[in-house]
């Protein structure tokens, strides 16, 4: 089915870890996004990248790092987990530019950092 | 982008219409008021857009004031699988690198 596909669905880290959440789209969208979500909030944006070859910070990038690798895929990287990163991620493509059909969203990776 | 308020929670019966308000008084000329809802954990999932004329699509009903400032989505016959979490979201449609920026939403509980 065509959508949004995270990977991994759950994880747990010990303090320090490190660890990179996967997301690919195949809808041909151009632009993608990583959100987190702490229990009983609303989404926050962390990173987003409107094309490719570009990302930008969202409201929350600290501690996280991205990479666009091609049009399909954006990566969010935790290079030294904390437990104020544990929080259900998701990651959202959309068309971009200037016709907008909505975002599509992943189904949430589950991270937990002890 | 403009900010939004909703009310943090409603109920509707089961069949009956949902009928759920947002207010955006500082919204800008060229932004659209955007509907997404996230059921149970679930990635929120889009409903409906518009900018200034009501829509209407399988989901749902937008209907926008005429001085843009508030909105009213409308499910018209609410099931048990429309309690979810909905929010209202304004932003500009053109190339901003899409940024999508969610309040805290509103708490439907649809109730046989």
């Known amino acids: 089915n065509a959508g949004v596909t995270q990977t991994p669905k759950f994880q747990v880290l010990k303090t320090g870890q490190s660890m990179t959440l996967q997301c690919a789209q195949d809808m041909n969208h151009n632009s993608m996004y990583w959100y987190r979500q702490d229990p009983g909030m609303g989404l926050r944006l962390i990173y987003y990248?409107?094309?490719?070859?570009?990302?930008d910070k969202g409201e929350v990038p600290n501690g996280y790092n991205v990479s666009r690798l091609n049009k399909r895929e954006f990566s969010l990287r935790l290079e030294s987990a904390a437990p104020s990163q544990t929080s259900v991620y998701f990651c959202?493509?959309?068309?971009?530019?200037?016709?907008?059909?909505?975002?599509?969203f992943g189904s949430g990776t589950r991270l937990t950092v002890v | 982008d403009a900010k939004t308020t909703q009310p943090t929670s409603m109920d509707c019966a089961e069949g009956r219409a949902a009928n759920l308000p947002c207010n955006h008084s500082t919204i800008s000329g060229n932004e659209y008021v955007y509907w997404y809802r996230q059921i149970h954990s679930q990635g929120p999932q889009y409903i409906i857009h518009?900018?200034?004329n009501n829509e209407t699509n399988e989901m749902a009903s937008l209907i926008i004031t005429e001085d843009r400032k508030s909105s009213t989505l409308i499910l018209p016959h609410a099931t048990l699988r429309d309690t979810a979490v909905y929010y209202c979201i304004v932003r500009p449609n053109y190339n901003q690198g899409g940024k999508l920026i969610f309040g805290q939403g509103t708490e439907l509980s649809v109730k046989p």
């Open positions: 959202a493509s959309s068309e971009g530019g200037s016709v907008s059909y909505g975002y599509t």
């Open positions: 990248s409107a094309s490719e070859g570009t990302t």
């Open positions: 518009g900018l200034k």
